[in-house]
């Protein structure tokens, strides 16, 4: 099956830092385009919230500018997000996804291989 298998997320205090990971299953990162992190609140729309292009472009919102760094790893299969400086906001569910399409603005192209999501909860 073509997906992303999430791991990493949980509980952290304000100021805190969480690492999230994405293992690619029967596709190699390495022939994909772009990548991507979005996140989505209850009763919100999902939004991207930081994507990496295939030169290695990383394009990330506002919101987490400074905070969040996303990388990937083509030898291990693998694409993080290290989450820094977190904030009760932060607090929504997490998914990873990739997309083959080139054109566009990086985080807003049709995505797909939608990992399961995980939640991340930010609280003292």
């Known amino acids: 099956q073509l997906q992303f298998v999430e791991s990493g997320g949980g509980l952290v205090q304000p100021g805190g830092s969480l690492r999230l990971s994405c293992v690619a299953s029967?596709?190699?990162?390495?022939?994909?385009?772009?990548i991507g992190w979005f996140r989505q609140a209850p009763g919100k729309e999902r939004e991207g919230v930081s994507c990496?292009?295939?030169?290695?472009?990383?394009y990330n919102i506002d919101a987490v500018e400074g905070r969040f760094t996303l990388s990937r790893d083509n030898a291990k299969n693998t694409v993080y997000l290290q989450m820094n400086s977190l904030k009760p906001e932060d607090s929504v569910v997490y998914y990873c996804?990739?997309?083959?399409?080139?054109?566009?603005?990086?985080?807003?192209?049709?995505?797909?291989?939608w990992g399961q999501g995980n939640q991340d909860t930010v609280s003292s």
């Open positions: 029967g596709f190699n990162l390495a022939d994909t385009y772009a």
């Open positions: 990496i292009s295939r030169s290695e472009s990383t």
């Open positions: 996804a990739r997309t083959q399409t080139r054109s566009g603005y990086v985080c807003n192209r049709p995505y797909e291989y």
